[in-house]
């Protein structure tokens, strides 16, 4: 079955560089969510998307921005990056208005971001 | 607001055994969901069970069970038999419905002891 891809797997940048991350939701998927996981720490909500427009926010800094396209895969886009945006970037999906029996929420293997 | 609690950062058990490791959480919602997520070293997170607040059966997956409390607001899960492939991070989170953030608890580091 097709899972929520997301790439890149592995990305390093540079303190002060900018960083875009992909989301590809399961297919008929029509919500999207972004979360940030620090070292040791649990998974926090950043941002999510249905069919296109902003439905939620979280704790995501300023410095990013996100969106979500016609065919529905999201990009979250970091610039101005610190130290402390290390972490594992995870992206998940669903069916809005679908129960959790039928549809679930699944996540990708997530992206893993060193800033150096 | 909502949040979950894991009390236990770590827990060990032995292989073939029974653990059960812990959660509750805060709502003033009466419909809402629970789940366990287990997190491997791969990273990935891998739904273990889940739980709809308005059932009062406690949720069975295999060797996967939980206690589900209401009232006491309480999410237990117990593993039986526990395998050495059971070794991962385990995290209960809480979810209004579809189109709804998650709420993690902060996870419980859980080794199998051959």
């Not at chain 1, 079955?1 to 390093?12: W, Y």
């Not at chain 1, 427009?53 to 995501?60: A, E, H």
Request: proline share 4%; aromatic share 14%; with cysteine.
């Amino acid at each position: 079955a097709a899972g929520v891809i997301q790439s890149p797997r592995h990305l390093i940048k540079e303190k002060r560089e900018t960083a875009t991350l992909k989301c590809y939701p399961i297919p008929r998927h029509d919500t999207v969510y972004w979360y940030q996981q620090g070292p040791g720490q649990d998974p926090q909500f950043l941002i999510s998307f249905y069919e296109k427009m902003q439905s939620d926010k979280g704790s995501i800094p300023d410095r990013f921005s996100a969106q979500q396209f016609s065919d529905y895969h999201s990009e979250l886009n970091m610039s101005s990056l610190e130290l402390g945006d290390s972490a594992l970037y995870f992206c998940a999906s669903s069916l809005a208005g679908a129960s959790f029996s039928n549809y679930g929420y699944t996540f990708g293997s997530g992206t893993r971001l060193t800033v150096v | 607001a909502q949040t979950v609690t894991q009390s236990q950062p770590e827990m060990s058990v032995q292989e073939a055994e029974t653990v059960t490791l812990s959660c509750t959480y805060d709502t003033s919602e009466s419909d809402y969901y629970l789940f366990w997520y287990k997190q491997p070293p791969s990273r990935q997170m891998i739904l273990v069970i889940r739980q709809e607040a308005y059932k009062q059966q406690n949720a069975t997956e295999n060797r996967f069970s939980v206690n589900f409390q209401k009232a006491a607001k309480s999410f237990s899960l117990k593993i039986s038999d526990s395998q050495l492939g059971d070794a991962a991070m385990y995290f209960c989170a809480y979810s209004l419905n579809t189109g709804n953030q998650f709420y993690f608890g902060t996870g419980t580091s859980l080794t199998v002891i051959p």
